[in-house]
């Protein structure tokens, strides 16, 4: 997703292949300069690659089809005479983005949906997508129908000033149309909404107060003097090799925000939902991330705003869709297939460039040019633009910041991001190459060179001008885009973020082996140097979490070591070995029986999975290691059990085992032992130790509110088992 499809990958690797060998080494050691030059000579020869591309856009069309819109629109008339009102309403999106802007089918797309929005409870929407529908001509004919959804979602806002107001139009329309061809049950449901309008302004409903976002505890949150967007717990460091970054200058608590930056630049990832083939004609009725998330600001999208060239951009609001046509969409607008086929990060790399405006690239680009020759020496690379080095300390010299060492969101702080040109791999540089240049190239023949270079009003950009440069040969201004665009792709890879669902159980030192958190850096060019990393590097003993889960002897209980087939017991007075594949099968054995166990626990014979888990513990203990994880899944299946039965006392002694064994597998601040601790809390609380479920509850919100923040579910669990504790009569809490 982030790199361009699979089949343009494979194109360019064997394009690569293909190059004799002085030509690829000519285009492994390029400045990013050359290589753009060397990838427009490239791609001008091969213009089969170049048909490919064409080919391959037309699978992830997004244009405007007409003919699609009146069949997702059938499948939301569907939809919705069944009830399923969310499902129409997104459908009735689906097909206002390929409906033609001003058409009367565009305006009847909304009406529908306004019709869901009504069912679905949500007023103002609905309002929007009535005004909507009535300014792009709805049909005449079927406007009543539209004024009394109108009416009825007035009324229940309370406006009913405005409601009588319609009211009163809709009934002037029915006079003027004439009794006979207005429908019976409409003039029933205008008698109607009359009564209910009538008997409202009678008894007024209290207005309804406007709820605010929900307020957390306040925040510690001080500003960097020197760093803006960074807490003062940060200090900004520079070197060759990691370029710009920010280091810790105090001790940090966990939880605590350190970085509040808006994105200089952001793209809508697509998610995976693309039609699978070629010319597919069976309409994809998924929802993609177009779908539901604002092309620009990416919230959520309840009803979406079309753009009006394309069937891919979905807005928010009217508002969002104007300045994202205004800022690039404009541009990007017609090449939406291609950068959906050249991935997320050439599509970034090119938003960056059009946000930041062509006079600023041009500037930047040229001065990077007079840096390369200062590559060689680090500290000279470090001197910010337009200023001799400077001896001063803090974020002076630090590239990006400003003259007096400030550091601000901007086009050059981002540019001065490390593009680690000698990093990637020569193939990997080759197809960012001819991708960008591809765009560049496309831009060109769509006649949007000049709203790229920023030269004319944005009236004149409607209607770009086909190219007059029919050699495929690119200005030397886009040439500069490119060389811009390269940069920035190459720079993603290290300093893009993807924001994707949350992820509870990330990377974390407690989990992985030093080999696995190492190779998952890689992709940074980072080798990391922190305690944990250094210590299993150079003792060379096995991560803490192997060997909490090894094996431990069947005869003294020392832990077993070994590499190989053969383990043997690392106390040399017992000298008792074992086969490893032995000890494995045990383990699956075991396995299978706590499976087993937690089976007779779903049909309710709690008594007898009791039976089989503490067998189970027992026939562990005598091979597996006390600390191992199993045993700590043991503790709390027992738990469970007793839980079901309503032995609260039992199932907190177990759980208590359990939580030890996590807490030292992944830290008592952990994902896990939050979870833990959450099972626990409810165990006391519905066991009435109050006290220890109110210290347990404490513990429990404290790590949770650190990884799921506020909003979460169990954290609101916490808080009314807190509220319900507190109002226990005092003689029951003397009691415990
Ligand atoms: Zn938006
Ligand atoms: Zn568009
Ligand atoms: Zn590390
Ligand atoms: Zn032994």
Redesign the pocket.
Known sequence: MALPVAEWRGRTARLWAALDSALRERLAAASLHDAVRLGCDLLRTKEEEEAALVQLCHRAATDKKPEAASRYREQGNQEFKQGHYQAALRLYSKAASHELPGSPELSVCFANRSAALLHLGHFEVCLEDIARAESHGYPDRLLPKVLLRKAECLLRLGRLQDAQESLRVLESKFALDGVMTTNLARLKKLSQLKVKLGEKERCPEPAQEAHGGIQGEPEIWEENNRISGASSSLSLGFDAERGRHLLASQDIVPGQSLVKEEAFVSVLCPGESLPLQDGDTAWDTRATNADLYCHRCLRQLLASVPCQGCSYAKYCSQDCADVAWQQYHRTECSLGALLLTLGVFCHVALRTVLLAGFAEVSRLVAWSHRGDKSLQCPEASCKPLGEAADAGAGSRGVPGCDSSGQYQSSYQALFHLLPHTEQHSPEHKFLCSLSVVAICKQLQAAGLEAAVLSQESPQQWSKPKPCENTSGELSPELKTVAEAMLRHVLQLQCNAQAITVMQELGPHWCRMRVAERQQLLSQYFFNCRCPACLEELESGVKSVVSIRNSFC?P??Q?QMQGEEDTLC?S?EA?A?SASRDHLSGRLQDLQQQIKKGLGMLRVGKADQAIKMLLKCQMDAGTFLSPEHLLMGEMEDHLAQVYATLGKWQEAARHLKKSIEIVEMHHGPSSVETGHELFKLAQILFNGFAVSEALSTIQRAEGILSVHFGPQNAQIQELQEMKACLSELPINILQRT
Do not use: E, I, L, P
């Open positions: 002897c005869k003294c020392a017991c106390n017992c008792t």
